[in-house]
């Protein structure tokens, strides 16, 4: 295995990667915080700190960290997930040093000065005003507050528009002092860089940093659903969507992979790199019934590697002149066909090779590699991204059957349905 | 503290960034330009191209045609129906597609390196003896006007789209080219026969392979597939008019009811890729949008007056004068706040010299930031194309950086004070109704 990998005595998980085809490296820092981490009255507190982590530092005031970047030629962001909260910079790889010392600073010295968190304020409702204008935002939203009693995962990362207004420097703040910590975070590297010399580096940089206690979780176990939910959500618009999202697992739950299966076979493979795109899911077998018999004109399906067992969904667009019912009725029927019988093996073989292709696209771009040392470390551990394509290999037909079974019972979905309020559409130009 | 270490040391290419000694340009017998280039440590291959068959050859009535044409190509052909072609695609886990654009339709995709004569025979197949069967043009055309009404409700695509009538007027520009629901719905099967018998034709047609297979080996492939395709009846590309200025600012609100956020749009046309001044507009552009967080664009509206999630600054500079303007996402009480501080922004990029710092700022970003396009199969695919769509030399991305050190200050202000004056602007807004926001 050509991965570096160690722990630093205040804990923080060190993997690198040396890859020398080209003179760029990717630095990944992963905070093991995100919306799973959050109670009601700070929904979004995640995803706000992550916005703050740009308004600077006492060694990297705001305007300067994100101009040292782009001076060097680098590119940077970050994202905040239900379980993560990751930032990158991909840079050429004689100036990484500038990443290092700058994610090593801003994991302590963040300000969160007031004028700050008041302008951000309204640039995270802006955000979320963007959201709202998708329908597909606002169905999400619906599916999964209904999707979950307790649990975090059931608000949106991005937060309640309540709780964006009234959340107070400290409230950010306080997560921020909670969850970041060397050891409650993953350094990723991927890149033209010597481990040995690199790693003497990140250990100068970062053995200051005292680790602390891990923090606790506010995510509690979610109680196993016991029926169908269906909220319908209105909007403005034409077009019909019907979303069906079932309670799936955790990605270390044996299953997973057998679950991984049944979705290529009923919605097409699932990319697994972040920065390339996947392929085509015309020949899968809800296109077929669906698309095909003209009642819809797209589907797609997700299921995500996640810490607590979260949402697999099936996304339907439906076809002009069709109505919702019109998908629901073939949807159950294609699902209950994967549960009473097992799929052919050739339909396995497929999709194995599907995933081989999308594992050599992705292996394309430093970037990638380098999200993928550090992002399977936040759910499991590296080799759950190694091992990933024997245990899609291992999967049985009748693993795929058992996994529909037990997963796609109409009882642990929510059904939900966006259905256009019937306002007059604007006139299109 | 437990270290594993195990360096294996992959193969390198000649150099990161391609060049005359590492491409492959060839013109086969029938006009078309092949461009070639090895990688050597992928195992997976990217096809991408265009043929000269955009939509300025649309009618008015009929906008949209040269789109559903490309997207048509492959929903059946003489040797395979729609089935076969993807069951072909997806059983081996390769992509491959095509669609419209303003001058070009293209056409991409990817698979393993040992299954390039796949992609090959796909696009061979979709180009030439495509069928275009009844049932599945209702289908296609089905998502094609889902995508228009999803369109409709989308505020950034309906300022964007307002923009450019605003802009272009009765220039060709002016015109969507995936059309409208009314062109869209008049669009026969004969109209896409006819369109693509007369239309489609290898001259002018581009094509680059990238990725784990010798570049001659590519190219001979190439040869056998598409070297015999003919078509007398290709007629030229349309000559673009020329764009006349705005005389004064010029305005629209678009409401759209229902929505949380306003988008905007501010500006006017810039430079084509080929104008003299396009590479100093291109780095005062990094300049006003881009650099850092959204450049001066993003410090003023979503730094300093947080104003909004997203301000930038884009510059079309492709084949004709694309636009060059000011895009930011706002709550709609905001829109005339936002405005004027986009407009005082464009009026000190138009008027004062950039600084030292800024310049020397962007010469680093743009010079440091050009490898990492190159990365993988599709960012040089891309550059090939770049190169070769604009005629800029097999060395261009080597001497790219020297042509962005020789950038003067002065250069920048000429070129925004030539096409961004500030009295001369178009305002595209999309939102929800007045009453609502």
């Given at each position: 295995?050509d991965?570096?990998?160690?722990?630093?005595?205040?804990?923080?998980k060190?993997?690198?990667?040396?890859i020398?085809t080209?003179?760029?490296i990717?630095?990944?820092?992963?905070?093991?915080?995100?919306s799973?981490?959050e109670?009601?009255?700070i929904?979004?507190?995640?995803h706000?700190v992550?916005h703050?982590?740009?308004?600077?530092t006492?060694?990297?005031?705001?305007?300067?960290?994100?101009?040292?970047?782009?001076?060097d030629?680098?590119?940077?962001?970050a994202?905040?997930?239900?379980d993560w909260?990751?930032?990158f910079?991909?840079?050429p790889a004689?100036?990484i040093?500038?990443a290092?010392?700058?994610e090593?600073?801003r994991?302590?010295?963040?300000y969160?000065?007031p004028?700050e968190?008041?302008?951000?304020?309204?640039v995270?409702?802006?955000?979320?005003?963007g959201n709202?204008?998708?329908?597909?935002?606002?169905?999400?939203e619906?599916?999964?507050?209904?999707?979950?009693?307790s649990h975090?995962?059931?608000?949106?990362?991005?937060?309640?528009?309540?709780?964006?207004?009234?959340?107070?420097?400290?409230d950010l703040?306080n997560?921020y002092?909670?969850?970041?910590?060397?050891?409650?975070?993953?350094?990723?590297?991927a890149?033209d860089?010597?481990?040995?010399?690199?790693l003497?580096r990140?250990q100068?940089?970062y053995?200051g940093i005292p680790?602390?206690?891990?923090p606790?979780?506010?995510?509690k176990?979610?109680?196993e659903?016991s029926?169908?939910?269906r909220?319908?959500?209105?909007g403005?618009?034409e077009?019909?969507?019907?979303?069906?999202a079932?309670r799936?697992?955790?990605?270390?739950d044996?299953?997973?992979?057998?679950?991984?299966?049944?979705?290529s076979?009923l919605?097409?493979?699932?990319?697994?790199n972040?920065?390339?795109g996947?392929?085509?899911?015309?020949?899968s077998?809800?296109?077929q019934r669906l698309v095909?018999n003209?009642?819809?004109v797209?589907?797609?399906?997700?299921?995500q590697?996640?810490?607590?067992?979260?949402?697999y969904?099936l996304?339907?667009t439906?076809?002009?002149e069709k109505?919702a019912?019109?998908?629901?009725?073939p949807?159950d029927?294609?699902i209950?066909r994967l549960q009473?019988?097992p799929p052919?093996?050739?339909?396995?073989?497929?999709?194995?090779?599907?995933?081989q292709a999308?594992f050599?696209?992705g292996?394309?771009?430093?970037?990638?590699?380098?999200f993928?040392?550090?992002?399977a470390?936040?759910?499991?551990t590296?080799?759950?991204?190694?091992t990933?394509?024997?245990?899609l290999?291992?999967?049985?037909?009748?693993q795929v059957?058992?996994?529909?079974q037990?997963?796609?019972r109409?009882e642990r979905r929510?059904?939900?349905?966006y259905q256009?309020?019937?306002?007059?559409?604007?006139e299109?130009? | 503290?437990n270290?594993?270490?195990n360096?294996?040391?992959?193969k390198?290419p000649?150099?990161?960034?391609?060049?005359?000694?590492?491409?492959?340009?060839?013109?086969?017998?029938?006009?078309i330009?092949?461009l070639?280039?090895?990688?050597?440590?992928s195992?997976?291959?990217?096809?991408?191209?265009?043929?000269?068959?955009?939509?300025?050859f649309?009618?008015?009535?009929?906008l949209g045609l040269?789109?559903?044409?490309?997207?048509?190509?492959m929903?059946?052909t003489?040797?395979?129906?729609?089935?076969?072609?993807?069951?072909?695609?997806e059983?081996i886990?390769?992509?491959?597609?095509?669609?419209?654009?303003?001058h070009?339709?293209g056409f991409g995709?990817?698979s393993?390196?040992?299954d390039?004569?796949?992609l090959?025979?796909?696009l061979?197949?979709?180009?030439r003896?495509?069928t275009?069967?009844k049932?599945?043009?209702?289908k296609?055309?089905a998502?094609l006007?889902?995508?228009l009404a999803l369109?409709?409700?989308?505020t950034?695509?309906m300022?964007?789209?307002i923009f450019?009538?605003?802009?272009y007027?009765d220039?060709p520009?002016?015109r969507?080219e995936?059309?409208?629901?009314?062109t869209?719905g008049?669009?026969?099967v004969?109209?896409?026969?006819n369109?693509h018998?007369?239309i489609?034709g290898?001259?002018?047609m581009?094509?680059?392979?990238?990725?784990g297979?010798e570049?001659?080996?590519?190219?001979a492939?190439?040869r056998?597939?598409?070297?015999?395709?003919?078509?007398l009846e290709?007629?030229?590309?349309?000559?673009?008019?020329?764009?006349k200025?705005l005389?004064?600012?010029v305005?629209?609100?678009?409401?759209i009811p229902?929505?949380?956020q306003?988008?905007?749009i501010?500006?006017?046309?810039?430079?084509?890729?080929?104008a003299?001044?396009y590479m100093?507009?291109n780095l005062?552009?990094n300049?006003?949008?881009?650099?850092?967080?959204?450049?001066?664009?993003?410090?003023?509206?979503?730094?300093q007056?947080?104003?909004?999630?997203?301000?930038?600054?884009?510059?079309?500079?492709?084949?004709?004068?694309?636009?060059?303007?000011?895009a930011?996402g706002?709550n709609?009480a905001?829109?005339?706040?936002?405005?004027?501080?986009?407009?005082k922004?464009?009026?000190?990029?138009?008027d004062?010299l950039?600084?030292?710092?800024?310049i020397s700022?962007?010469?680093?970003n743009f010079?440091?930031?050009?490898?990492l396009?190159?990365?993988t199969?599709?960012g040089?695919?891309?550059?090939?194309l770049?190169?070769?769509?604009?005629?800029l030399?097999l060395d261009y991305?080597?001497r790219?950086p020297d042509e962005?050190?020789?950038?003067?200050r002065e250069q920048?202000?000429?070129a925004?004070a030539?096409y961004?004056p500030?009295e001369k602007?178009?305002?595209?807004i999309?939102?929800?109704n007045r009453?609502?926001?």
């Amino acid at each position: 295995m050509d991965v570096l990998q160690t722990t630093l005595s205040n804990g923080l998980k060190v993997l690198l990667k040396e890859i020398h085809t080209t003179p760029i490296i990717s630095h990944w820092l992963w905070v093991k915080v995100g919306s799973r981490d959050e109670t009601p009255g700070i929904t979004g507190v995640s995803h706000w700190v992550e916005h703050m982590q740009f308004k600077g530092t006492p060694n990297f005031p705001a305007g300067k960290l994100d101009k040292d970047i782009s001076r060097d030629g680098g590119y940077w962001n970050a994202m905040t997930y239900i379980d993560w909260t990751a930032y990158f910079e991909t840079m050429p790889a004689n100036k990484i040093d500038l990443a290092l010392r700058l994610e090593a600073d801003r994991m302590v010295n963040t300000y969160f000065k007031p004028e700050e968190v008041a302008s951000e304020r309204t640039v995270i409702i802006s955000e979320r005003q963007g959201n709202e204008n998708s329908p597909m935002f606002l169905l999400d939203e619906d599916v999964q507050t209904a999707a979950f009693h307790s649990h975090p995962y059931r608000h949106e990362v991005i937060g309640t528009m309540a709780d964006l207004q009234s959340m107070t420097r400290d409230d950010l703040y306080n997560h921020y002092k909670k969850f970041y910590t060397p050891n409650n975070a993953v350094l990723a590297i991927a890149g033209d860089f010597d481990s040995n010399a690199l790693l003497a580096r990140i250990q100068e940089l970062y053995e200051g940093i005292p680790g602390d206690s891990v923090p606790p979780r506010v995510a509690k176990d979610e109680p196993e659903p016991s029926e169908e939910r269906r909220v319908v959500t209105k909007g403005p618009g034409e077009t019909i969507f019907v979303k069906a999202a079932y309670r799936s697992l955790r990605a270390t739950d044996p299953d997973f992979f057998a679950l991984s299966v049944a979705d290529s076979l009923l919605a097409g493979p699932s990319s697994l790199n972040i920065f390339s795109g996947g392929i085509s899911n015309k020949t899968s077998r809800l296109y077929q019934r669906l698309v095909e018999n003209e009642l819809a004109v797209s589907v797609s399906g997700g299921l995500q590697a996640t810490i607590d067992p979260y949402l697999y969904d099936l996304t339907i667009t439906v076809h002009p002149e069709k109505k919702a019912k019109d998908v629901i009725g073939p949807l159950d029927e294609e699902i209950a066909r994967l549960q009473d019988s097992p799929p052919k093996p050739a339909e396995l073989a497929r999709a194995v090779k599907q995933a081989q292709a999308l594992f050599a696209y992705g292996s394309e771009s430093i970037t990638n590699q380098a999200f993928w040392l550090g992002f399977a470390e936040i759910f499991d551990t590296y080799n759950w991204f190694l091992t990933y394509l024997e245990r899609l290999e291992a999967v049985t037909p009748e693993q795929v059957q058992q996994a529909a079974q037990k997963y796609l019972r109409s009882e642990r979905r929510v059904l939900g349905i966006y259905q256009p309020d019937g306002r007059p559409v604007a006139e299109e130009e | 503290m437990n270290a594993v270490v195990n360096l294996p040391k992959q193969k390198l290419p000649l150099s990161s960034i391609p060049g005359a000694d590492d491409i492959t340009r060839v013109v086969l017998a029938n006009g078309i330009v092949v461009l070639a280039r090895e990688n050597p440590n992928s195992q997976a291959v990217t096809l991408r191209g265009y043929l000269l068959a955009g939509s300025l050859f649309d009618p008015d009535e009929k906008l949209g045609l040269a789109d559903f044409v490309a997207s048509a190509l492959m929903r059946g052909t003489a040797k395979r129906e729609f089935q076969a072609i993807y069951d072909s695609l997806e059983s081996i886990g390769a992509s491959f597609g095509l669609s419209g654009g303003t001058h070009t339709a293209g056409f991409g995709g990817r698979s393993l390196a040992e299954d390039l004569p796949l992609l090959l025979e796909l696009l061979n197949e979709s180009l030439r003896r495509p069928t275009f069967p009844k049932t599945q043009v209702e289908k296609l055309r089905a998502q094609l006007l889902t995508g228009l009404a999803l369109r409709a409700q989308d505020t950034r695509d309906m300022a964007s789209l307002i923009f450019d009538v605003l802009v272009y007027r009765d220039h060709p520009y002016a015109r969507a080219e995936e059309g409208h629901t009314q062109t869209v719905g008049a669009i026969t099967v004969d109209d896409l026969v006819n369109f693509h018998k007369k239309i489609y034709g290898p001259n002018g047609m581009v094509l680059a392979v990238v990725g784990g297979i010798e570049a001659e080996k590519a190219v001979a492939e190439v040869r056998t597939t598409l070297e015999d395709w003919q078509n007398l009846e290709q007629p030229t590309v349309p000559q673009l008019p020329e764009w006349k200025p705005l005389e004064s600012r010029v305005s629209k609100r678009h409401p759209i009811p229902g929505k949380s956020q306003s988008d905007l749009i501010i500006g006017t046309v810039g430079p084509a890729r080929s104008a003299p001044d396009y590479m100093a507009a291109n780095l005062g552009n990094n300049i006003l949008g881009h650099f850092g967080l959204m450049g001066r664009v993003g410090d003023v509206v979503r730094e300093q007056a947080g104003l909004a999630y997203y301000a930038y600054s884009n510059l079309g500079g492709g084949s004709g004068p694309g636009p060059w303007a000011v895009a930011a996402g706002v709550n709609p009480a905001n829109e005339e706040k936002a405005t004027d501080l986009i407009f005082k922004e464009l009026a000190r990029f138009t008027d004062e010299l950039v600084t030292e710092e800024e310049i020397s700022d962007s010469k680093s970003n743009f010079i440091g930031s050009m490898p990492l396009s190159l990365e993988t199969n599709g960012g040089v695919a891309e550059a090939l194309l770049n190169v070769e769509r604009h005629k800029l030399g097999l060395d261009y991305y080597r001497r790219f950086p020297d042509e962005i050190r020789a950038i003067t200050r002065e250069q920048i202000r000429d070129a925004a004070a030539h096409y961004l004056p500030n009295e001369k602007m178009a305002v595209s807004i999309a939102g929800p109704n007045r009453a609502e926001a």
